[in-house]
């Protein structure tokens, strides 16, 4: 069994806990008796800042709470009656959409970065993710450095080998955090207008940017989740069948907690005939799959590719668009409109594109769901800190293929220019051949030594709404290098080898140029709104 490092809380915290979360002394748990706004706001918080949430809600919101009057909320009254009428409703009844209503706000501290990949796997549920762009990942928890141990590899013939390079890896991190965010500073000079904060956060996150690829896969993070019963549901199912050990052992975390809130929303989990047979059914098509696919594949040999390929959309895209621009506000048939759309001049195509699409003042003003009639796929290989960043849209098709370091990696010029390449270099060597020990005897742990300047495969089909909203964030000015150059490369290909210009022109808040200071517009923004409050 995992063992996660607790809390300590004095007696009158542990008191003020106890009321709002599920418990005290695990990594997971879930939020009650807190308005949803406080639970938002915490969850918004919780991304930037190296502390647990319990600690953050103690440190940063209790203050602001009327705490002396929630001594007699009880979140299990009247819960035997709704647990009734649930029964009655969704057993009865089969009605399902029943458990898209109940929501609950659920913690999870300590997991991996595989581990938290998997918990944001599903499209409906919202997640908030420490990153790594506003925390240093050089703090200990409990005298030790924040990467999962897995049970099994630690009792086996390399848990000391395990851990003594990923403790290495980490020094390596420490060590270039702090060079590189002083050759940032020694070499761009603080704005006549900027405070020494603005200035002193903005160089160090160009610093955390450069230096994170450093960091192995098995890093923990803390991931905020609220989601739906439904939603819970089929995450924990997947989770279940899993072949990662540490995701197994955690959907039981999850599911512990969940039953203190919603207990009938997740009660078919453990039916035999029902979460059952779905985890025994994803289990096995995966695990046949996948040795299928080794025993047709495996001997071949990986060609050689780009960055980013577009290998699939649709030539007539900006016809079909057309067509949903025009079908709602006529009453001809789809395959009507298609002819009479064919027909007309480039003016009147640029009309109803400019009429549609309208004065997008920025890039939160976008197109309607027209533009979901086109769709691009993507093959990408990029880092995986870049995969990490681009996973999280859920408005998309995205699957990936396994971490490892086959691939090769990405050395951020400001790493070689702060001389710190041979230092780089050795921490990749170190994590390749860490992950080449672990393969034989557990290739699903193996993972969690490769560094996430390694890179990885994955494809993204995602419509050209999602295209809009997801390009013109990931190339805004604030944006991490290794992501921008994706953002900024698929929204080239769309125009120029899709051929599809009037859907790439109406992106028109993609940031092309690369700032000196990533954060600095961000910071800056943030003081003016401190001040004024």
């Not at 900024?488 to 859907?503: F, S, V």
Request: glycine fraction near 6%; proline fraction near 4%; hydrophobic fraction near 35%.
């Amino acid at each position: 069994m995992t063992v996660y490092t607790p809390e300590s809380f004095t007696s009158d915290e542990s008191e003020i806990l106890r009321r709002y979360f599920t418990n005290l002394d695990g990594p997971v748990f879930a939020l009650v008796n807190l308005p949803e706004v406080v639970k938002g706001a915490l969850f918004a918080r919780y991304s930037r800042s190296p502390k647990s949430l319990r600690r953050l809600f103690l440190d940063e919101f209790v203050g602001d709470l009327d705490v002396s009057g929630d001594h007699t909320i009880d979140a299990t009254i009247g819960l035997d009656r709704a647990e009734e009428l649930y029964e009655r409703v969704f057993f009865d009844y089969g009605d399902d959409s029943v458990a898209q209503l109940g929501g609950v706000h659920l913690a999870c501290e300590q997991a991996s970065n595989i581990l938290t990949k998997i918990l944001e796997w599903g499209r409906l549920m919202s997640y908030l993710e420490q990153s790594t762009r506003y925390i240093a990942y050089d703090s200990r928890l409990g005298g030790r450095y924040r990467y999962f141990r897995d049970p099994d590899v630690l009792a086996g013939p390399f848990g000391t080998r395990y851990v003594g390079d990923l403790d290495r890896i980490f020094d390596a991190y420490s060590n270039s955090v702090d060079a590189v965010t002083e050759h940032v500073r020694s070499t761009i000079a603080r704005g006549p207008d900027d405070s020494e904060f603005i200035y002193r956060t903005a160089t160090r996150a160009k610093a955390l940017d450069a230096v994170r690829g450093i960091l192995p896969a098995a890093a923990t993070s803390n991931v905020g989740i609220y989601g739906t019963g439904q939603a819970f549901e089929a995450l924990l199912l997947r989770m279940r069948a899993h072949p990662l050990p540490e995701a197994r052992e955690y959907s039981e975390l999850m599911l512990h907690e969940l039953r203190k809130v919603i207990p009938s929303f997740l009660r078919r989990v453990d039916l035999p005939d029902r979460g059952g047979v779905w985890t025994d059914y994803f289990a096995t098509t995966r695990g046949e799959t996948a040795q299928l696919v080794e025993d047709l594949f495996s001997s071949t040999p990986v060609e050689a590719a780009t960055e980013v390929e577009l290998v699939d959309f649709d030539p007539d895209a900006e016809d079909k668009l057309l067509v949903a621009i025009c079908y709602s506000h006529s009453t001809m048939p789809e395959h009507q409109l298609i002819a009479k759309v064919r027909d007309l001049g480039v003016d009147e195509r640029v009309s109803l594109m400019r009429a549609y699409v309208g004065e997008r003042q920025n890039r939160r003003h976008k197109p309607g769901r027209a533009f979901e009639r086109s769709f691009y796929r993507f093959d990408i290989l990029s880092d995986y800190g870049a995969f990490r960043d681009m996973q999280r849209h859920r408005m998309l098709t995205i699957e990936w293929q396994r971490l490892t370091p086959n691939h090769g990696y990405s050395r951020p010029e400001l790493v070689e220019e702060a001389g710190l390449t041979a230092q780089f270099d050795e921490a990749m060597q170190r994590s390749a051949s860490l992950y080449d020990v672990l393969n034989t005897d557990y290739p699903q742990q193996a993972p969690y030594a490769v560094s996430m300047a390694y890179r990885m495969r994955y494809s993204m089909q995602f419509n050209a709404r999602e295209a809009i909203h997801m390009l013109e964030l990931r190339s805004s000015p604030q944006g991490h290098p290794s992501y921008r150059r994706v953002a900024i490369e698929m929204h080239r290909l769309i125009g120029e080898q899709a051929g599809h210009h009037a859907i790439a022109a109406v992106m028109n808040h993609m940031t092309t140029a690369a700032p000196e200071l990533e954060r600095l517009e961000s910071e800056r923004r943030a003081e003016s709104r401190r001040a004024s409050t």
